[in-house]
């Protein structure tokens, strides 16, 4: 009935538009029009409402009224399309359409300036000088590769011009918030080499107490980047550019709530009764330094361009120390835990435009290295788990673990679509990717400052190297037809792919290697354009096949291993609404609506008292039925140099599982965002608030096999102002 129920709005808000647009769109004399949006979502230039695939973008100006400035508010864009805070930085959340994660390797590529993100430890979480962005939902293997199942975020930075300008903003607001932005660019050689410079912070106070440990700062942050942009342009035909960033943050521990035999039931009783409160025996830090740069030469003619792309990746990541059972008890800690990535990558393209035939062909390597090490600690309180005395006693103990991790890829790729008459285009593309990946996986046990060996709780040295490889072809194929100069229908069918590769937190050959995964997705949509452009409706339907999903699960129960396991098999379907109007002059809406529906149709686990859990016809986690955005901005002048511009969104999603087991979960809730910018064109003051309500939420949370259970808190009210001068 609920899936009727919704058919049917979707169908009457069109049908309700187009008569609208209809009525009014010969009367109107003075009209307001909305922006013509350029993408690049498809590794060439064009207009947004002209790419017959399901991409929603949003400009700097967006991005400001949106206050989108970290990767964990990207959800705010899209329908079907949502991002959730994790707490610590280390793994944002990304989930498109029912496909997530909650390991490191992304199944949402990441692409800044065109240079692909292979871990999430190394995405930008704080976002600065954003040009656009831009949300590409579905399988994107054909033109993006690896880790796209769900979809890829383009995020474009600004590049310098042949102007001399800048900016400097300072904003403070509650929980010590501390803001500050500065910039500058300038040419270096009038008409040919330009330079901008950018740097910015942002510090905030933690919202979660520890009870035990009586102290009132986990989830503190503070994060400190820095950017250089080159631009060079040699001749008319050739342009190069130089991309460095550079980011330092610093989180103080996560703050996870659960842990053995917690359900939704117990998460409500602490979120109603003690919230933002953890209880925790240890308490550490998470540092982490990343370091992107990317080169970037291209050559166009009238007829032909090409496009390269060089990137080297360095990430840097310590933690010393964590709980690692989120408990008051003794069970385990992690300390000297350190992990070094390096990646180096080039991608080569070559385009052209041939009457009615536009295609696109290229070449992608890469070399991906993680040199990761720690001492796990099995506490004194694991005695009191074990009922067997002899082994209780062995209690405590060490476990060092050091692993050397390396993969190198190479992909070809092409796309093209044709014209066979006039508004009806064809599109076909094709991926062919190989990866070889190489663990080198030791693990020793010391106790009292020996070496330490115990069989029984599977406590022995061990030590394996292993190889694997793995290929994939992501295909793609497509219909688009542009009716008129204002509607357009498109059709897609496309897979996507994230490969397999070696666990690196166990030393047990057999349960290291896990295989590819992979998504099949079918989608229909229409975009349109009404009322003289002063209203934009796009509505998408989809169907996905997700097979082999690689699940961070616990591996081996003995040892409490985690790793990635292909453990499901899943199917989802649903709908997305978008709309923007231009109303009146000075005021615009956005209302974006997304239906999911999820069905997992293949996934058993053995649970800690070693019976086999059958999950089929779950609900894939991260997957609300219904979700929604909406936004109203408003500008007017109030002198003739000052003007004032209001903002408000707010963001709606139904009730969703944290985990495919369906044990916990978070109702259904909304978050209420809102700004006042009073502008001089130069100098702008900003008052700014978020989650107004003061909503009480779990932003994330994960299961591990039915043995254990946890969640985090979302962001509470917070409010401040800013101050930005531009020069």
């Known amino acids: 009935m609920l899936k009727r129920i919704s058919i049917h709005l979707i169908i009457f808000c069109l049908m309700s538009v187009a008569t609208y647009a209809q009525e009014t769109e010969d009367t109107e004399e003075e009209v307001f029009k909305l922006p013509t949006q350029t ?23 967006k991005t400001e009224e949106l206050q989108i400035d970290s990767i964990n508010e990207i959800g705010r864009i899209s329908p079907n399309f949502k991002s959730y805070d994790d707490g610590g930085g280390l793994y944002p959340m990304i989930a498109s359409r029912g496909i997530f994660t909650i390991d490191e390797i992304p199944v949402v590529g990441i692409y800044v300036d065109s240079v692909p993100l292979f871990n999430t430890i190394s995405f930008p979480t704080l976002l600065t000088d954003i040009e656009r962005i831009e949300v590409l939902r579905g399988p994107q293997g054909t033109l993006y590769g690896r880790n796209t199942l769900g979809g890829a975020i383009n995020v474009i930075t600004k590049q310098p011009s042949n102007q001399t300008k800048g900016y400097a903003s300072f904003g403070y607001g509650n929980l010590n918030q501390i803001e500050a932005r500065v910039g500058i660019e300038t040419p270096l050689i009038e008409d040919q080499l330009f330079v901008r410079l950018s740097g910015g912070a942002n510090l905030r106070d933690g919202y979660v107490e520890n009870t035990i440990l009586q102290t009132d700062d986990l989830l503190e942050y503070a994060e400190y980047l820095g950017n250089l942009r080159l631009s060079y342009l040699p001749s008319d035909n050739l342009s190069l550019s130089l991309n460095s960033s550079l980011a330092r943050r610093e989180i103080n521990d996560y703050a996870l709530v659960g842990g053995r035999d917690t359900t939704t039931e117990v998460l409500t009783g602490l979120r109603d009764d003690s919230p933002y409160q ?26 032909f361009s090409i ?65 990761s090490g720690f001492n796990y600690i099995n506490g ?39 014209m066979i008459i006039d508004g009806l285009r064809v599109i076909g593309g094709i991926r062919f990717e190989v990866e070889e990946s190489h663990a080198n996986v030791v693990q020793s046990y010391v106790k009292d400052g020996k070496d330490f060996l115990y069989p029984n709780l599977g406590v022995f040295p061990r030590e394996f190297e292993e190889t694997v490889s793995f290929n994939a072809l992501s295909p793609k194929a497509g219909l688009s037809y542009q009716i008129t100069d204002d509607v357009m229908l498109f059709g897609n069918v496309a897979r996507g792919y994230r490969p397999g590769g070696i666990n690196p937190f166990t030393s047990d050959a057999d349960a290291a290697k896990y295989d590819p995964e992979y998504s099949l997705n079918y989608e229909v949509g229409v975009k349109s354009m009404f009322m003289q452009d002063r209203a934009k409706v796009n509505l998408t339907g989809f169907y996905i096949s997700y097979e082999d999903q690689q699940l961070y699960t616990v591996i081996d129960p003995a040892t409490f291993s985690v790793g990635r396991e292909n453990l499901g098999n899943s199917i989802s379907y649903g ?4 709309t923007e109007w231009a109303l ?7 209302i974006n609506l ?7 149709t293949d996934f058993k686990v053995i649970s800690r008292f070693g019976d086999e859990i059958n999950n089929a016809e779950n609900k894939q986690a991260y997957s609300p039925l219904f979700n929604c955005n909406v936004g109203l901005t408003y500008a007017m002048s109030l002198t003739d140099g000052i003007a004032l511009r209001t903002a408000v969104d707010y963001q709606y999603q139904t009730e969703m599982f944290f985990d495919p087991e369906n044990v916990i979960s978070q109702d259904a809730y909304g978050l209420l965002n809102a700004q006042v910018v009073i502008s001089t064109g130069i100098v702008n003051l900003t008052f700014w608030g978020q989650n107004l309500t003061d909503e009480v939420y779990f932003s994330y949370g994960y299961g591990l096999s039915g043995i254990a259970y946890f969640a985090s808190y979302g962001l509470p009210r917070t409010y401040g102002s800013k101050l930005t001068v531009a020069f």
């Open 307 to 371: 496009n390269s792309i060089s990137s080297l990746q360095y990430t840097d990541n310590t933690t010393d120390p964590r709980d690692f059972d989120f408990s008051p008890a003794d069970i385990a800690t992690r300390e000297d835990y350190a992990r070094e990535l390096m990646t180096l990558s080039e991608e080569i393209r070559v385009s052209s435009e041939w009457n009615q035939l536009r295609w696109l062909a290229g070449v992608f390597v890469y070399s991906y290295n993680l040199q």
């Open 39 to 61: 993408v690049t979502a498809q590794k060439r230039e064009e207009v947004l409402q002209k790419v017959p695939i399901a991409v929603a973008s949003i400009d700097s100006t």
């Open 575 to 578: 709908a997305e609404l978008e």
């Open 584 to 590: 009146i002059d000075g005021l615009s809406a956005i």
């Open 380 to 418: 004194k309180d694991n005695a009191f788990l074990v009922p067997d005395p002899e082994s209780a006693a062995q209690y405590p103990y060490t476990q060092t673990d050091e692993t050397t991790l390396g993969q190198i890829g190479l992909s070809i790729f092409g796309n093209a679509d044709y």
């Open 594 to 600: 997304g239906y999911l529906d999820t069905e997992i």
């Open 278 to 303: 953890v209880a925790y025996n240890v308490e550490g830090v998470i540092n982490t330094l990343v370091s992107n740069s990317a080169l970037k030469i291209d050559y166009e003619t009238d007829t």
